[in-house]
């Protein structure tokens, strides 16, 4: 297989989706801490397609509300930040999410279940593992993990048993080796250059290239990278990866040194994860059904 170089990888990025203006406004104001919900209400309001889909998502059957909401603001309130950011990343970057991984012999649609199932895995990694860190930006941050694996999938094409080869000949300690040896780098790292292209907030792209190997963050951002490497762990635990690559990757056991777990709270993410999946899956869904 014919490896990529860095400028071809730069050319991928370039042809990729580029996000709305609101959703990348949406990811700069929702990382900074100082932030408040007001500010998500104004921002949300200069955006009529997503005030729509915002409304239509409150209002829709998975939420069951006996009287209608129609003003924005207290939608947002009664959502809260993490189905706004869910919203405006599903409607813009689905294609990027949507498509099939073929290089992971994964189904259309897995990446984004998976990333969803992160996303709300770390924030509870961050409510109930008692960190200092906002759990809406984890949620966030979970959002986005893997969105090198789209880039890359179309070059992995065909190789998913050689990368499976590779792992269990031990000639490649894990995945991310495999992708490596295989295509000339891994998803992190063509996770790291959309980031970059998009304009991410560094700590976003500090999260996208280090979600493997939390301990090479840089030290202000490593909580939130540790808190988003055991949701994405906790995610495959619950058999929902992106296919061949499932649980082939290391978990870092060093997490216990920002992050308090029992195994009475790991069993209640795993939990909530599973409740709130369905939820945000299905209502992220709908409102995005008739924009085809
Ligand atoms: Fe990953
Ligand atoms: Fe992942």
Redesign the pocket.
Known sequence: MKTISHDELKKIVKSSPMLSVSASRLLQLTSDPDHDLMDVVNLVKTDANLTARVLKLVNSAAFGLINEITSIDRAISYLGERFIVSIALGDCVGKVFEKKLVGYEAAAGDLWKHDLRTAIAAREVVVQGEMEISPDLAFTAGLL??I??ALISDYLKDSAPEAIELITSHDSVDYLDAEEKLIGFD??QAGFELAKAWQLPEKLAEVIRY??SPAEASEAFRPLVYAVHLG?NIAMMGGFGTGS?SMR?RLDANYTDYITLTPNTLASIMLTVDSEFDKLEQSVASTGEDKG
Do not use: F
Request: glycine letters at 10%.
């Open positions: 993990h893997d090198g694996k998803h992190t979600h493997h994405d690559d990757y």
